[in-house]
């Protein structure tokens, strides 16, 4: 098998154009493909590595920008915004089901951190997607975060309002950063944010650590466990076991209520999944294996139907 390929591609969504880049393997029928959803306030290359991994595997792997994210097109910028969010999801869907050498009924929807729930309601609202894989999904915010006091949990929600009043009256946002150190106003605090950030921004990124918090208040109500318990399609959820920012307490109630769920669990924090080599290598050799038995049988069953066809 040839070195896969990347190609750049746009598309249209309610927001404009939006970027994304499609790896395809050397392949002379068409393949499954794997569409990439990223998390909060993410841009797609911080899943270039997974999309590399599994095109290497013989699946086409399509990662994309948010509208008002990294390459697309969309203003106010660095707004995450639910709905929309999952209408660029269903675009890049479509994209695709269109794309040549991608099999339009072997799609699958991948996603991270928020991309992960997402992932899983669009899926639950598609009867082609074939399969779900959602690794360190949201699933709601816990009671009390670890390292943040009552006080700086006061001071965010101050940092929340304030944004979405802006938003409301048509004014620009009131950005903070997306991780920061403990005591700092930021979406996510963490001990070792000097080395996230470092992780996060290092190389040619268009990932910022600055967002508007409105949007954490679309997700105060957002619980995909419901959609999961809709889905009809296997799904894997793969999640830390130190986990502070998705704790598995939560995010495992996707796979509990879905009914072809699947859990694993891997050592490390939420940024393990980013940060370190050997995780990201463990847990996309598991998903592949996951993919090749559930793509096979799709595969299979529709040989089946066109065979019974009269």
Not at 132 to 138: E, G, K, L, S
Not at 158 to 177: E, F, K, Q, T
Not at 287 to 302: C, N, P
Request: proline residues 6%.
């Amino acid at each position: 098998m040839g070195k896969p390929t990347r190609l750049d591609v746009f598309f249209a969504s309610d927001r404009g154009l939006l970027a994304g880049c499609l790896y395809r393997p050397e392949s002379p029928q068409p393949v499954p493909c794997v569409v990439m959803c990223s998390g909060f306030g993410s841009t797609m290359d911080r899943l270039f590595p997974w999309a590399e991994a599994y095109a290497e595997a013989g699946l086409a792997a399509l990662v994309f920008d948010y509208g008002g994210f990294g390459r697309s097109e969309g203003d106010p910028r660095q707004v995450v915004d639910l709905g929309r969010q999952r209408a660029d999801i269903r675009a890049a869907v479509a994209c695709a089901r269109a794309a040549e050498g991608v099999d339009p009924d072997r799609i699958v929807l991948w996603g991270n951190s928020l991309g992960g729930a997402h992932a899983v309601v669009v899926a639950a609202g598609d009867a082609r997607i074939a399969a779900v894989v959602a690794q360190i999904p949201f699933n709601g915010f816990p009671r009390r975060v670890a390292g943040r006091s009552t006080a700086q949990t006061l001071r965010l929600l101050a940092a929340i309002v304030a944004d979405a009043l802006r938003g409301r009256l048509g004014l620009s946002p009131h950005y903070i950063p997306l991780v920061a150190p403990p005591g700092e106003v930021a979406v996510t605090n963490a001990a070792e944010a000097a080395a996230h950030i470092s992780t996060l921004s290092g190389g040619d990124t268009l990932w910022r650590n600055l967002v508007a918090p409105r949007g954490i208040l679309q997700m105060m109500r957002y619980h995909p466990d419901r959609a999961a318990a809709r889905l009809t399609v296997p799904l894997l959820v793969c999640l830390a076991a130190d986990d502070a920012e998705t704790p598995v307490e939560l995010s495992r109630r996707l796979a509990d209520r879905a009914r072809r769920g699947t859990l694993k669990l891997y050592p490390g924090t939420h940024f393990s999944f980013y940060a370190d080599a050997r995780t990201r290598q463990a847990v996309a050799a598991d998903q592949i294996r996951f993919l090749d038995d559930v793509l096979a049988a799709a595969e299979g069953a529709g040989r089946a139907s066109h065979t019974d066809e009269p």
